[in-house]
T-cell receptor
Framework: DGGITQSPKYLFRKEGQNVTLSCEQN?????MYWYRQDPGQGLRLIYY???????QKGDIAEGYSVSREKKESFPLTVTSAQKNPTAFYLC????????????FGDGTRLSIL | QKEVEQNSGPLSVPEGAIASLNCTYS??????FFWYRQYSGKSPELIMF????GDKEDGRFTAQLNKASQYVSLLIRDSQPSDSATYLC?????????FGTGTRLKVLA
């Protein structure tokens, strides 16, 4: 079955630590996205990538970094510079940049130890 | 700042009634409009999408779009307790999706 796989489902970060959230898709989609969701809030865009080896900052990119070395993979690193990382992180993809529905992964819940 | 606004609710309706969820958006360049259902702790699930003015029906769900008023709504007929969730409205242009904060729907058995 085609889809998006996010791992891990739950992640804990210590102070000063960088952590990386995995996102893999087998839908052959060009565009991939990372969102953050805080309790009672909508989704806010962190980064997006239109194509391999290219990515753009979203609305809340500070304290985060990404890479897109393969079409299937778009990992997100939450750096120690992100002072309030506790949130639900969602990875999504779409065929390309057209305004069509996105596919979402199941999410990673990140908490501070 | 482009925005999508929704009433946070909760919107409580009795089982079998029609639930009406509303959304306004500020970007006149928005091309597509989506409704997602999100259960607590889960990822959003696409319910409906609409591109053109008017109504679009799919089973118990009807999406309504009025671009002149910058307004999109979702009607859920014969509401069931399993419809209890948060409903996110989203608009889209090229590579840009903007989400509202969601409306929490409670269907009372």
């Amino acid at each position: 079955d085609g889809g998006i796989t996010q791992s891990p489902k739950y992640l804990f970060r210590k102070e000063g630590q960088n952590v990386t959230l995995s996102c893999e898709q087998n839908l052959n989609h060009d565009a991939m996205y990372w969102y953050r969701q805080d309790p009672g809030q909508g989704l806010r865009l962190i980064y997006y990538s239109q194509i391999v080896n290219d990515f753009q900052k979203g609305d809340i990119a500070e304290g985060y970094s990404v890479s897109r070395e393969k079409k299937e993979s778009f990992p997100l690193t939450v750096t120690s510079a992100q002072k309030n990382p506790t949130a639900f992180y969602l990875c999504a993809s779409s065929i390309d940049g057209r305004p069509i529905p996105q596919h979402f992964g199941d999410g990673t819940r990140l908490s501070i130890l | 700042q482009k925005e999508v606004e929704q009433n946070s609710g909760p919107l409580s309706v009795p089982e079998g009634a029609i639930a009406s969820l509303n959304c306004t958006y500020s970007d006149r360049g928005s091309q597509s409009f989506f409704w997602y259902r999100q259960y607590s702790g889960k990822s959003p699930e696409l319910i409906m999408f609409i591109y053109s003015n008017g109504d679009k029906e799919d089973g118990r769900f009807t999406a309504q779009l009025n671009k002149a008023s910058q307004y999109v709504s979702l009607l859920i007929r014969d509401s069931q307790p399993s419809d209890s969730a948060t409903y996110l409205c989203s608009t889209s242009g090229t590579y840009k999706y903007i989400f509202g904060t969601g409306t929490r729907l409670k269907v009372l058995a």
